[in-house]
T-cell receptor, first 114, second 111 residues
């Protein structure tokens, strides 16, 4: 069974641009969550999608958005990039909407904003 | 914001020794999970302990949970160089399904 796949693995963008990151969950998993990891703030929750609906949202500005498709694949978008958006973005999938199961993480997308 | 703190922030031991990492959190939880991360890559789930459990084992891993003190510990016995990684605790509250992570412990196991 293939794991969680995130694309691209590395990305360099310029301030002011926008970026879209993609996450394909494990087959059959319906819940996808996104996290941002930076040296200063650590791992922080961005949002969670389940069956194409955003169920939870972290404390991030509106420039961060996401969506989930009917095949459970998810994308997150960051508009008007700032230097501080440079981070490792991690996607995690779970089989169902319950929180008492482990999360399976992808390898992440390393975003550098210059 | 992070749920809590991990202690120590960094730990260096010799192969064969035991490694203990501690995690404290602030709010009531449904469960607590430990993850491992190798050098800026994805996180790998190690173990999940529910709020009504006190101890759990998995191979060389032993996790304890004390909900009265809002703390957990991860013990890795007979460590190996391959255990070198960052270890994170993450809590899930009863209010939502998101995981709230601690700051992590960087473990180095010297051969």
């Amino acid at each position: 069974k293939a794991g969680v796949t995130q694309t691209p693995r590395y990305l360099i963008k310029t301030r002011g641009q926008q970026v879209t990151l993609s996450c394909s969950p494990i087959s059959g998993h319906r819940s996808v969550s996104w996290y941002q990891q930076t040296p200063g703030q650590g791992l922080q929750f961005l949002f969670e999608y389940f069956s194409e609906t955003q169920r939870n949202k972290g404390n991030f500005p509106g420039r961060f958005s996401g969506r989930q498709f009917s095949n459970s694949r998810s994308e997150m978008n960051v508009s008007t990039l700032e230097l501080g958006d440079s981070a490792l973005y991690l996607c995690a999938s779970r089989p169902n909407g319950l929180g008492d199961t482990e999360a399976f993480f992808g390898q992440g997308t390393r975003l550098t904003v210059v | 914001s992070q749920q809590g703190e991990e202690d120590p922030q960094a730990l260096s031991i010799q192969e064969g020794e035991n490694a203990t990492m501690n995690c404290s959190y602030k709010t009531s939880i449904n469960n607590l999970q430990w993850y491992r991360q190798n050098s800026g890559r994805g996180l790998v789930h190690l173990i999940l302990i529910r709020s009504n459990e006190r101890e759990k084992h998995s191979g060389r891993l032993r996790v304890t949970l004390d909900t009265s003190k809002k703390s957990s510990s991860l013990l890795i016995t007979a460590s190996r160089a391959a255990d070198t990684a960052s270890y994170f605790c993450a809590t899930r509250s009863n209010a939502g399904n998101m995981l709230t992570f601690g700051g992590g412990t960087r473990l180095m196991v010297k051969p």
